[in-house]
């Protein structure tokens, strides 16, 4: 029962690279997200999905790009990286919305752009 | 701006002790809040969830409380063991923030032998 899998889990860009981290749930979840954790922020909610074919912006989604072609997959795309994209990221999925639904996250994917 | 503020940033026990760690929110309309535990390098593991009608949920050794009119939430542990050294986190579904959790800044526990 392998629940939320990222990958990759560490990678290491430049600046100015692109990249994108790849989400994958087998609960048959409507709902993903893709959460940024930094020291002292806390996590704070890049893009989220309600089905497949839908995507949302959340609090910090400047720099960022998303696509949900399918159900189980949530893919986040960084275009030109840049150090304040440095940060460890978690993507999360539910059955529902979060106003009713608990959130199972992944392991974490830990980003570094020098 | 709605926020969640936990404090203390970080606490540390004897093991065998019993404890409070605190969650406060800024709204009070509000959908559920969680508490979620983190591990070193590890993703969040969903521990409670209390929805705005609840007063409190309970699970094993662990008791979260939920105070809508202050703005408060309590997670109580129990007999704290080195195990619960964890990252515990809390989040607020606010009414209208769609669907967006608010995370606190968490409170790291450690518990000594």
């Known amino acids: 029962n392998a629940g939320v899998t990222q990958t990759p889990k560490f990678r290491v860009l430049k600046t100015g690279q692109s990249m994108t981290l790849l989400c994958a749930q087998d609960?048959?979840?409507?709902?993903m997200y893709w959460y940024r954790q930094d020291p002292g922020m806390g996590l704070r909610l890049i893009h989220y999905?309600?089905?497949?074919?839908?995507?949302a912006k959340g609090e910090v989604p400047d720099g960022y790009n998303v696509s949900r072609l399918k159900k189980q997959n949530f893919l986040l795309g960084l275009e030109s990286a840049a150090p304040s994209q440095t940060s460890v990221y978690f993507c999360?999925?539910?059955?529902?919305?979060?106003?009713?639904?608990?959130?199972?996250f992944g392991a974490g994917s830990r980003l570094t752009v020098l | 701006k709605q926020e969640v503020t936990q404090i203390p940033a970080a606490l540390s026990v004897p093991e065998g002790e019993n404890l409070v760690l605190n969650c406060s929110f800024t709204?009070?309309?509000?959908?559920?809040l969680q508490w979620f535990r983190q591990d070193p390098g590890k993703g969040l593991t969903s521990l409670l969830l209390?929805?705005?009608?609840?007063r409190e949920q309970t699970s094993g050794r662990l008791n979260a409380s939920l105070d809508k009119s202050s703005g408060r939430s309590t997670l109580y542990i129990a007999a704290s063991q080195p195990g619960d050294s964890a990252t515990y986190l809390c989040?607020?579904?606010?009414?209208?923030?769609?669907?967006?959790?608010?995370f606190g800044g968490g409170t790291r526990l450690m518990v000594k032998p």
């Open positions: 999360a999925s539910s059955y529902g919305g979060p106003g009713a639904n608990v959130l199972t």
């Open positions: 609960m048959n979840h409507e709902y």
């Open positions: 999905s309600v089905g497949e074919g839908t995507t």
């Open positions: 709204d009070s309309a509000i959908y559920n």
């Open positions: 209390i929805q705005s009608s609840q």
């Open positions: 989040a607020v579904s606010f009414n209208n923030a769609g669907n967006m959790l608010t």
